[in-house]
């Protein structure tokens, strides 16, 4: 799960990582009061979304003048601003962070996150604040340093003084190397105390005045984790989240909408991923990613079905299932169920393997409904492939 810049702020704090003055709001009025209250001589107003790349996008406002706040506020609000992160269709802004604006002398990256290939949490710092830190490691990898932190033993001081010197801060500004060094205690214990899956302050300022604050935030968390942190997931805005990912959330089922035009419903992830690796051999593109789960039931199975038909790029349905502990003649059910329901109109094959299989198929077939079944996975994606948006015939 991911979560607002502000949010992020909030969390810093708790944790003694210095941030700015700010406050999120809603409207123009509120933002104009706050500014009042803040009485800063810099002000900063930054629009809220689950994405990076606002300051490009306009989406970063800096002003000397209280009084061109709300004025900035009003501009920022309800655009839908496009980032490099956002893709094309962009995210709406519904909230600003308005903040005390920071001297800037110099910014610097720091991110932690677990590394796939050791398993433990790293940090990754660079003098190259700022900019795309994807960017950095492609043009100039040896300007991006990685300090591995093993959990069983936790963030030494050493940790801290190696990434302090890489960085060359003695050099650059002496008076925040000690500050540095509990930021990264801090933010290791961030990090491990909420299940963090990646913390990143990119840009990590030294002010003109000598300070180290973050001034920008971003921080997710292992969803499996969520369960243990209330305070994280009273910061989830649905807002930011696909709407059929939230309404299959609801049902348990897990489901990733993608960008092809063949709906798929599977129980099992790995079956799932051979799944739509099937239908792109046979020549068409998964429209999602849906594991209905090994213990599928009727209701959770027609649960699915809807939700694929509300993706209006769908153009045929390929359910796949083996029936292991989940019970073919329950899926059938479900899919028949299902399909009077909505009043199917598109081409459905709906292949069936294991326990139950052969009572599923008879179900399906007596059912009176248009729906194709088959007991080849093979045979059954390339099916699909070709029926896909033609009409079916009742
Ligand atoms: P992002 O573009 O979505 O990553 O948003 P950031 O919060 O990183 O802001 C983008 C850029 O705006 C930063 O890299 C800074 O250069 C600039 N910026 C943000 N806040 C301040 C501030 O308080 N003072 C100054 N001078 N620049 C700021
Ligand atoms: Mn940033």
New binding site residues.
Partial sequence: MNIH?FQAKELFAQFDIPV?RGKAMKTPRAAEKWAAVLDAP?F?V?AQIH???????G??K?TRNRADVPALAREILGKVLV?HQTGPKGRKVRRLLI??????AK?LYLGLLVDRDTGFPTFIASTE??MDIEDVAAQTPEKVLREAIDPAVGFQPHHGRNLAFALELPAMDNAVVKPFLSMLDNLYRLFMEKNASLVEI??L?ITTDHRLIA??GKVSFDDNALCKHPDVQAFRDLHEEEPLEIEAGRHNLNYVKLDGDIGCMVNGAGLAMATMDVIKLAGAEPANFLDVGGGATKETVAAGFRILLKDKKVKGIFVNIFGGIVRCERIAHGVIEASKEVGMTLPVVVRLQGTNAEEGRKLLAESGLKIDVATDLWEAAQKIVAMKGKRRKR
């Fill in positions: 810049e700015p810099v900063v930054k994405a990076g790349g606002r300051g490009k996008a989406g970063v800096i980032t903040e005390e604006g920071a001297e800037i910014e604040g700022g990119n840009p300022v001034l920008d």
